[in-house]
């Protein structure tokens, strides 16, 4: 085992973060507002009346997740973050696969989360200042002026990265939440809708679909891994990150369900499924009957404003991973270096400018220009995301269920979170990928499986090159005599 370089050009800056810091980038990872506008809207398109109770199942997951990744985070530090668990709990085969899934992941992910914010931006300019037609009339233009903003504030320096996502994320968190108590404290439509926080008032629809919403709603956590990547970077992680990590999963749970509840509320348990075909445009409606009209387009500004600290979040966390990779030698170790003043990763930021680039010109290529294509673009490349998603989750969860069974950890962080986990996780598959969706996701899917096809393929030819020796980065232990190896300060 090695420990971390004392060269300035191969450190990230340590003690940069404290809890508030982590959870700012883990929540705008997450970007909440966003996700329970958009993917929820998908969930109440099936679940109707029932979407909050849907939330609420899939809330169990999301602190089932939580527990693992706090469990893990005690024993592991290091920029790698699921990448550097599983390799400790699974051993380097097993963590290279998953570090291989997860920068596909952010193949995808990061122009398309670009992508997103952008024709956010196309919807609220069309709302706001509808006789400008150049404001509202292609993603690609918002995208390439997003794109080095975000790129400069990560490389600038991690704290400036989380003063902007904490400010911005209290910022968004807290519009939607002034909307939702409004609607609540009006009653809605027909009355609190208190009878859909129920998983046994199924509103007319099977339990079945409910299981479908279910897993589509467990997806809503994606990117709560976020604050397990910048681990070298805290102050005191095997403390902070744990804490970071179930503040995360506590605040963003109470947002989903009771946005939720108020969306439902508002629309009534009989018109819900409505939500499914206006995505985040459901504010507009909604502020017109509980609010005042301009508070929705306000609204769609803050939701594409929450697609930026999203991207900033996972740009600052997939960066590590790169940064991790070049440092253990399974990518160029120039990627592996960073900036002598700021201490960020900043030739695995380059890395994502030219990834992001590359998926902006086929995205434009293949889809085209206007909102519509730009959702098109976003939905494929999150269809690939929700498949490798679906491997990286349920081995983080076994990773952890290994570790704190070495470790003789308590019954809910070895045995019952990780068991937890892999069944709703592997309810979202079923609820996803069977049957195949149909053309162009069909596509998408296929494009995931070989991308897992040649990670193995990648680990096979390449893995005599590997040492054996454990990942760069701090290796930490709850107890001295836990049975994992200890290194010093």
């Known amino acids: 085992m090695t420990t971390t370089s004392n060269s300035e050009e191969v450190q990230l800056k340590s003690g940069a973060l404290g809890v508030p810091g982590l959870v700012a980038i883990?929540?705008?990872g997450i970007a909440p507002e966003y996700s329970i506008l958009l993917t929820g809207s998908v969930v109440a398109g099936i679940a109707g009346g029932a979407t909050p109770a849907a939330f609420v199942i899939a809330a169990i997951g999301m602190f089932a997740f939580g527990i693992v990744m706090a469990g893990l985070s005690r024993h592991v530090s290091a920029a790698g973050g699921l990448y550097s668990f599983v390799r400790r709990g699974l051993g380097r085969d097993v963590g290279y696969l998953v570090g291989w899934f997860y920068l596909g992941i952010g193949v995808v992910v990061t122009p398309a989360t670009f992508i997103s914010s952008a024709f956010l931006l196309q919807n609220f300019f069309a709302a706001a200042a509808p006789d400008v037609n150049w404001l509202s009339s292609s993603w690609v233009p918002w995208a390439i002026v997003l794109t080095p903003i975000v790129l400069f504030a990560a490389y600038r320096g991690v704290e400036i990265s989380a003063r902007l996502l904490l400010v911005l994320a209290a910022l968004g968190v807290s519009s939607v939440v002034l909307f939702d108590l409004i609607i609540l404290i009006k009653g809605g439509k027909d009355g609190i809708a208190w009878s859909s926080l129920s998983p046994f008032s199924l509103h007319g629809i099977s339990v079945g679909?409910?299981?479908?919403a279910v897993g589509l709603a467990i997806t809503c956590l994606a990117g709560s891994e976020g604050a397990v990547f910048m681990a070298e970077e805290a102050h005191d992680p095997r403390r902070t990150v744990p804490r970071a990590i179930m503040g995360t999963m506590t605040l963003v749970v109470v947002f989903y369900v009771l946005t939720s509840l108020a969306v439902t509320t508002g629309l009534g348990t009989t018109k819900t499924s409505g939500w499914g075909l206006l995505g985040a445009d459901v504010v507009s409606g909604l502020s017109k009957t509980y609010l005042v009209s301009w508070y929705g387009t306000y609204l769609l500004a803050i939701v594409a404003i929450a697609g930026i600290t999203g991207a900033l979040a996972f740009t600052n966390y997939l960066a590590r991973l790169i940064f991790e990779w070049g440092?253990?030698?399974?990518?160029p170790r120039m990627l592996g270096r960073t900036h002598r003043v700021h201490q960020t990763p900043h030739a695995a930021l380059g890395a994502i400018a030219v990834m992001s680039i590359i998926g902006y010109a086929c995205s434009f290529v293949l889809t085209g220009g206007t909102a519509a294509d730009g959702?098109?673009?976003?939905?494929?490349?999150?269809?690939?995301?929700?498949?490798l998603i679906a491997l990286v989750y349920p081995t983080?969860?076994?990773a952890g269920a290994v570790v704190g069974l070495r470790a003789k950890a308590g019954?809910?962080?070895?045995?019952?979170a990780p068991v937890v986990t892999v069944a709703l996780i592997g309810l979202s598959i079923k609820s996803?990928?069977?049957?195949?969706?149909?053309?162009?996701?069909?596509?998408?899917?296929?494009f995931g499986l070989g991308w897992i096809v040649a990670g193995v393929l990648v680990r096979l030819a390449t893995r005599r090159n590997d040492t054996g020796d454990d990942p760069t980065?701090?290796?930490?232990?709850?107890?001295?005599?836990?049975g994992i190896e200890r290194l010093p300060a």
């Open 411 to 416: 019954l809910l962080t070895s045995i019952i």
């Open 396 to 398: 983080v969860a076994i």
């Open 473 to 482: 980065g701090e290796e930490l232990a709850l107890e001295p005599d836990d």
């Open 432 to 446: 996803q990928f069977f049957p195949l969706p149909p053309s162009p996701y069909r596509g998408a899917v296929l």
């Open 375 to 387: 959702l098109v673009a976003f939905s494929w490349m999150y269809t690939v995301d929700a498949v």
């Open 209 to 212: 679909t409910l299981l479908l």
């Open 26 to 28: 883990a929540a705008g």
């Open 327 to 331: 440092r253990d030698g399974h990518l």
